[in-house]
C-alpha cells in the first residue's frame, strides 16, 4: 500500500496536490480572516507543516533518484546555473513548494497583523489575492494600506 502511494505522487502529482491544496487555505483567509477557522486552522502553523511534509517528501523522492544536491549550490554563481537548475523538475518542484510556503505564511502574518492594528477585513482582500498571486507586491499594498488605516510609518514592526 505505501508503494503504490509512493507510485502515485509523481512530480506532477504532487504539483497538482499543492496547488490545490493551498487553496482552501487563501480562500479561508481572505473570505473569512476573522473566524475561528482562520485563527486556529489557517494562520497556526498548521499547513505549513502539510508543506513541510510535501517537501520532505520530495526530497526523499530526488535522494532516491541520485538528485546531486551539492549542484544546487552552483544557483549563487550565475543566472545561468540558476536556469539549470530550474530544468530539474525536483528542483523546480521544491522550489514551488517553498514559494507557496513563504505566500501562505505571508497571508497569514497579514491577517493576524490587521486583526491587531483593528484593520477591516475588506481593505485586506485585495492585499491578500495579490500576496496569493505574487507575494512580495501584496505584502507592499498591505503595508500601504497598513500606513493609511495605522497612521504611521512602521518599517521594523
Do not use: C
Request: hydrophobic share 55%.
Amino acid at each position: 500500500m505505501i508503494e503504490e502511494i509512493y507510485n502515485y505522487f509523481t512530480i506532477e502529482i504532487l504539483y497538482y496536490w499543492v496547488n490545490l491544496g493551498v487553496l482552501p487555505f487563501w480562500l479561508i483567509l481572505i473570505f473569512f480572516p476573522n473566524s475561528n477557522l482562520s485563527r486556529y486552522f489557517v494562520t497556526s502553523i498548521f499547513p505549513i507543516f502539510i508543506l513541510v511534509g510535501a517537501y520532505i517528501f520530495i526530497f526523499y523522492k530526488s535522494y532516491l533518484n541520485s538528485y546531486d544536491f551539492i549542484n544546487n549550490f552552483t544557483l549563487y554563481l550565475s543566472i545561468d546555473h540558476l536556469s539549470d537548475l530550474f530544468t530539474d523538475k525536483s528542483y523546480l518542484m521544491m522550489f514551488w513548494v517553498h514559494f507557496i510556503s513563504i505566500n501562505l505564511f505571508t497571508g497569514g502574518w497579514i491577517v493576524k497583523d490587521s486583526q491587531k492594528l483593528l484593520i477591516n477585513k475588506f481593505f485586506i482582500t485585495i492585499p491578500l489575492i495579490i500576496t496569493y498571486l505574487i507575494g512580495p507586491i501584496g505584502l507592499f499594498f498591505y503595508w500601504l494600506v497598513r500606513i493609511f488605516y495605522a497612521k504611521k510609518i512602521n518599517l521594523y514592526d
